[in-house]
């Protein structure tokens, strides 16, 4: 009979074996429990930990799901857990690289990031924020009127620690260097407050990041439909620009500051304006520089762009009129010069909003980005991608406001 029994469960885990799909995901959910690391944790994650402790597959790092130095079947039951949503505490990974553990459920959280609050209001969880920073102060009039009156905890940053520790929270959402997280985890240790760095503004890494969230504020169905709904307007774009050659691509030059006297400060490799210039289907002139270098206009005249991206000089959501955008515009073709440049001669001198080309929604300016450097891509219309983002997201109606100047030829 022993016999038997065990020819029955080799059978069994034999098959198992055959049948575990392998991860083929576009990131790997940093969640210790993610036994097969892919981009979910799932019954998926249980078999493979099963296998783990019978020693038909070899361990991963995120099989450890309790996260104590073994593997057994307390991870089994850990994994379960979170798969119900019932779990005690979660261990992650987070941005800053750092193993974390969140004790759960996490009902008080401060925010210090616009993009940290967004995230959390797009889960359905904007009542869980118990404190902010001053650094969003002018967002609360538009994105979330939720936070007006809430408790602030310092500049745009963790500055004042005995005012977080007052509200009590379960966890701070910060940065990963300012200040520095090492500083803000011995700060708030003694008082047992969970410090998570997820700063939201990567999008190599913004959809990891969002599923984090999910898990660890039990909204994993709103980050995986959000999630959903990136994908589908990243697809299209992607399948747009595989289609292009290098030669149709166009040679973009991203401006950030100008100082009047020459000095121009931009986005080079590593940058994460980069990364959306390339996904768009441009190229940055200033691909081989480090990621936020200064030029002078001379090189900028050697480079000779096609197309120019002025980013918003102020922190505004958009803007009513076109007064200021038309002198913006007419300030940079007016440079010493600067009216030999391509982008000058062929009225390719766009400004746009900061609001739309980072954080949560971003997919925004990514179509928007898409539609200057390409206007005979149709298949995406950025003003409808905002109005979903708004409506079905945050809850908020699409303003009457300018996000880009000029706007692109649709």
């Known amino acids: ?78 994994i379960e857990l979170v798969i119900l949503g019932k779990e005690k505490e979660l261990t992650l990974i987070d ?58 905890v310092g500049g745009w940053f963790v500055e004042d620690y005995e005012a977080i520790a007052s509200l009590e929270p379960d966890m701070v959402i910060t940065y990963a260097k300012w200040p520095p997280i090492s500083e ?30 999910g898990y660890i504020i039990d909204e994993k169905e709103n980050a995986r439909e959000y999630n959903d709904w990136c994908e589908e307007y990243e697809d299209s774009i992607t399948n747009f ?46 691909v081989d520089l480090p990621a936020y270098p200064k030029v002078d206009a001379e090189w900028i005249l050697e480079e000779n762009p096609e197309i120019i991206i002025k980013y918003s000089p102020t922190v505004i959501w958009g803007w009513d009129n076109t007064e200021e955008l038309e002198t913006i515009v007419n300030d940079i073709k007016s440079r010493p010069g600067w009216d030999n440049l391509n982008a000058v001669k062929n009225g390719r001198v766009y400004v746009v909003v900061n609001e739309i080309t980072e954080g949560p929604g971003s997919i925004v300016g990514l179509t928007y980005w898409t539609k200057i450097f390409h206007p005979e891509f149709d298949l995406v219309d950025p003003e409808d991608v905002y109005r979903e983002y708004l409506d079905e997201f945050l809850d908020i109606e699409y303003p009457d406001l300018i996000f880009v100047y000029p706007e692109p030829t649709w």
């Open 184 to 213: 803000v985890e011995e700060k708030l240790d003694p008082f047992g407050i969970a410090v998570v760095a997820l700063e939201f503004t990567n999008p190599e890494i913004l959809r990891e990041e969002i599923t984090k969230l």
């Open 241 to 286: 620009v595989d289609e292009l050659t290098e030669e149709e691509k166009p040679r973009v030059f991203l401006e950030v500051r100008f100082n009047g006297m020459g000095e121009i400060s931009t986005y080079g490799s590593g940058s994460k304006a980069n990364i959306r210039c390339t996904t768009a289907g441009g190229r940055n002139i200033a």
């Open 1 to 78: 009979m022993k016999t038997d029994t065990f020819v029955g469960m080799t059978a069994i885990v034999l098959l198992l074996c055959c049948t575990l799909p392998v991860a083929a995901s576009d990131y790997t959910l940093g969640i210790f429990g993610n036994a097969n690391e892919d981009d979910t944790i799932n019954m998926q994650d249980v078999t493979y930990t099963e296998l783990i402790i019978l020693e038909y597959r070899d361990k991963t790092e995120l099989t450890d799901a309790k996260h104590d130095g073994k593997i057994n079947m307390q991870d089994v039951t850990q």
């Open 95 to 152: 941005t800053a690289d750092r193993i974390v553990t969140v004790k759960k459920p996490v009902e008080r959280i401060v925010v210090v990031s616009g993009h940290s609050a967004e995230s959390v209001k797009l889960l359905g969880a904007i009542d869980k924020i118990v404190g902010t920073s001053n650094g969003i102060q002018e967002k609360k009039s538009y994105y979330f009127p939720e936070l007006v009156g809430k408790p602030t």
